[in-house]
């Protein structure tokens, strides 16, 4: 495999999308970085939301490569962090080692995944099943948009809220087993509460959602499950 990269940077130049070192997709730095967040729960939302960690700017830039860059083979280790917020949520819940959970990912819309070529979130949600150690996970792409919406980037709080307001809905639950929406990064918390709301309208049982970063002066226990 050594051989293979360094032949890779060689031929192509390539660099680590964390931080621009040259190398073979993800250096050793940014994976270690990476993968050693401090799970918090986000004040004052409920149901609960978790994040892994903060979404600084590495895992900023990691999850617009994953997303605008192609860089597939990041699902991995962005899943695997992921894992990290819905384990801890779970634990916070009070949910028995073990205990069976839905994750329903935020759907991209239409438009990104054919640009994409994928689903992004919902490639980080079926990572993420496979790497929970507290729970036993299935991915069930449960949400859909139900009309177009703006690009968030330029909008404030309010303006997100109000662009998402019914924007998706939900299908019918295939089992009595809690939900736990999942998505890349929260801002303002208006796209993890419209999902959040869908769900609960199409009958789900919802336990919160997990996120791979909190983006924001966002506070809390970090690392420890107080509820």
């Known amino acids: 495999m050594r051989l293979v990269d360094a032949a890779a940077d060689l031929l192509l130049g390539s660099c680590c999308p964390g931080c621009d070192e040259p190398g073979f997709r993800l250096c050793s730095v940014c994976r270690g ?25 590495l895992v900023r830039r990691l999850v617009s490569a994953h997303k605008e860059r192609s860089a597939w083979y990041l699902a991995r280790p962005l899943g695997d962090r992921l894992a990290g917020a819905v384990d801890h949520l779970a634990a ?11 994750l329903v990912p935020v759907p991209s819309t239409r438009s990104a995944v054919r640009r994409r070529g994928y689903d992004a979130t919902a490639a980080l949600a079926v990572r993420a099943a496979k790497a929970t ?5 299935e991915v069930h792409r449960a949400l859909r948009h139900t009309r177009a919406v703006q690009d968030q980037s330029g909008l404030d709080r309010a303006e997100r809220t109000e662009n998402l307001r019914g924007a998706l809905v939900a299908m019918k639950p295939t089992s009595g087993r809690p939900a736990i929406v999942v998505d890349d990064l929260t801002t303002s918390g208006a796209t993890l509460a419209e999902a959040l709301r869908a769900l609960c309208a199409g009958g789900w049982s919802v336990s919160g959602a997990a996120v791979v970063g909190a983006v924001g002066n966002f506070t809390g226990d970090k690392g420890v499950n107080h509820w």
């Open 133 to 137: 150690t507290a729970t036993r996970a």
């Open 92 to 102: 916070g819940l009070g949910a028995p080692e073990g205990a069976r959970v839905v």
């Open 33 to 57: 970085l990476l993968a050693a967040p401090q799970a918090f729960r986000l004040p004052g939302l409920t149901p609960p939301v978790v994040a892994a960690g903060p979404g600084d700017a």
